[in-house]
């Protein structure tokens, strides 16, 4: 059975840092188009930062110049280092990874994990 499983997340001070890691069970991120969503209370679930199939990275407005997204292939883990935090930051952040064949799609999801920003 696949497993997404997200740790990281807690409490930050707005300014403050925090990096998310992503462990993935039964499948191999550098094949899979991943990312990292987050939904905040009575909002829609966003994409945050995105790895195509291609490599290319992107990232939301809000987030650029702030969080990185990355891939350690040794580990097979995903993190997003979350830099110069804003009280609009909190959220529930999730880690996505997605395959589409000629066949079928898979996409799969982690828990969640929270951030929250705030003095």
């Known amino acids: 059975q696949v497993q997404l499983v997200e740790s990281g997340g807690g409490l930050a001070q707005p300014g403050g840092s925090l990096r998310l890691s992503c462990a993935a069970s039964r499948i191999t991120f550098s094949i899979y188009v991943v990312g990292w969503y987050r939904q905040a209370p009575g909002k829609q679930r966003e994409l945050v930062a995105g790895?195509?199939?291609?490599?290319?990275?992107n990232y939301v407005d809000s987030v650029k110049g702030r969080f990185t997204i990355s891939i350690d292939n040794a580990k097979n883990l995903m993190y997003l280092q979350m830099n110069s935090l804003k009280p609009e930051d909190t959220a529930v952040y999730y880690c996505n990874a997605r395959l589409v064949t000629h066949k079928e799609e898979f996409n799969y999801w982690g828990q969640g994990t929270q951030v929250t920003v705030s003095s």
């Open positions: 790895i195509n199939s291609g490599g290319t990275i």
